[in-house]
Each structure stands twice: as structure tokens, then as C-alpha cells.
T-cell receptor, first 111, second 116 residues
Framework: TQLLEQSPQFLSIQEGENLTVYCNSSSVFSSLQWYRQEPGEGPVLLVTVVTGGEVKKLKRLTFQFGDARKDSSLHITAAQPGDTGLYLCAGEGSNDYKLSFGAGTTVTVRA | DAGVTQSPTHLIKTRGQHVTLRCSPISGHKSVSWYQQVLGQGPQFIFQYYEKEERGRGNFPDRFSARQFPNYSSELNVNALLLGDSALYLC???????????????FGPGTRLTVT
């Protein structure tokens, strides 16, 4: 079972549209990381959020950490085909450094 | 700079056999973690090593073992392979320094293990 629940599981949109992916948990995390993974490759780190309520922007990607540090969202503006991939959120525990991953959201951006 | 490297990239084994997977961390990184990713799921934590000592273990049977060498590279061993062990095995390294960002984990490309 996954400690982190991601929604939706699949998302298919047209190029230029916006999308939001959600990551929710009943546990509090010391930090939360977002990764993007392409088929046959390892996850690539996009961002780490640490402070409750924190918002980070990475070009067209906006990441938000919930006030209680239990949930997060990833918003992509004007999606491009290059944004296609599996988006994973991962929470780091307060007493250890292992990552607990969600099952991921598969995003497909059609040209 | 080279990222995390893993070998082999693909492996096919038969039930009951054992397998050894290898990982070299990013230069300067002292911690290595191993994850198993089954198709359609997120990675599941198996082990974490820091300075050659095991710092954490996930919910995996004793058939799974690992070690870290003085050069910080690592091996994951799996004995008595089962069909359900078929997965992508990922290695991640982190610096484990004094700053918060030094705990970020960077993943290798993985080893695809198929058990028949």
C-alpha cells in the first residue's frame, strides 16, 4: 500500500492546456519531493518543498506544499508534449531519510 | 559529472536463482538507497546505507540483503528469486551533509530484473 495517494491516476490533455496533480497523505512529512519518470529510466528530481504553505515555481511548473505538510500539488501551465511522463510525489519521514512514494500520475500531452 | 550508475541494465533469471545488482553513487555522495518499482506502482523502499552502515530497511523479506563498500558503491543481493521479484530496481544516492538539500536523493536508471 502507498502511504501517499496521488490523483488522478491518468491524465491526457491537449498541448497548451493546464493540469494539476494532487498528492495526499494522513502523515506529516519533513519534506516532499516531486519526480518525473520516463519509461525505462529512473525518476528525475524536479523540486523539494519543506515548509508548510511553501510555493515553488520551476518555469511552467508550480509546486505547493500544504500548510500541515501532509499534501502537495503540482500545476503545469500551458502543457507541452515534453511534459509527458509519470509524475511521482515522495515524502521524507521526520525520523528517517527514506522516501515513501505515491503510485504516480501518468500525464500525456497530445500535440 | 557522472550521475548514479547501475549495472546491469537488464537481467533475466530463473526462479530460485540469486542475483547481485550494483550501484555507484554520484561522486562525493555517502549514502545509497535501494528501491523496488513494480510496473504501475511507485518505488518501494528496500534499504538505505550511510558510511557502510545500514540506516534503514523496508518491509522486504530476508532474501534481500545489501552492503556498501568503502568507496560508497553498493550491492543489492536477492536470493531464492520469486516471480514476484520481477521489477525495476532503483538505486539513489544523496550527500547527507549538513544542509537540508544535501538529503535529496538522485536516482540511477535502474536495473530491470525479469524472473521466469
Amino acid at each position: 500500500t502507498q502511504l501517499l495517494e496521488q490523483s488522478p491516476q491518468f491524465l491526457s490533455i491537449q498541448e497548451g492546456e493546464n493540469l494539476t496533480v494532487y498528492c495526499n497523505s494522513s502523515s506529516v512529512f519533513s519534506s516532499l519531493q516531486w519526480y518525473r519518470q520516463e519509461p525505462g529510466e529512473g525518476p528525475v528530481l524536479l523540486v523539494t518543498v519543506v515548509t508548510g504553505g511553501e510555493v515553488k515555481k520551476l518555469k511552467r511548473l508550480t509546486f505547493q506544499f500544504g500548510d500541515a505538510r501532509k499534501d502537495s500539488s503540482l500545476h503545469i501551465t500551458a502543457a507541452q508534449p515534453g511534459d509527458t511522463g509519470l509524475y511521482l510525489c515522495a515524502g521524507e519521514g521526520s525520523n528517517d531519510y527514506k522516501l515513501s512514494f505515491g503510485a504516480g500520475t501518468t500525464v500525456t500531452v497530445r500535440a | 559529472d557522472a550521475g548514479v550508475t547501475q549495472s546491469p541494465t537488464h537481467l533475466i533469471k530463473t526462479r530460485g536463482q540469486h542475483v547481485t545488482l550494483r550501484c555507484s553513487p554520484i561522486s562525493g555522495h555517502k549514502s545509497v538507497s535501494w528501491y523496488q518499482q513494480v510496473l504501475g506502482q511507485g518505488p518501494q523502499f528496500i534499504f538505505q546505507y550511510y558510511e557502510k552502515e545500514e540506516r534503514g530497511r523496508g518491509n522486504f523479506p530476508d532474501r534481500f540483503s545489501a552492503r556498501q563498500f568503502p568507496n560508497y558503491s553498493s550491492e543489492l543481493n536477492v536470493n531464492a528469486l520469486l516471480l514476484g521479484d520481477s521489477a525495476l530496481y532503483l538505486c539513489a544516492s544523496s550527500l547527507m551533509g549538513i544542509t537540508l538539500s544535501s538529503y535529496e536523493q538522485y536516482f540511477g536508471p535502474g536495473t530491470r530484473l525479469t524472473v521466469t
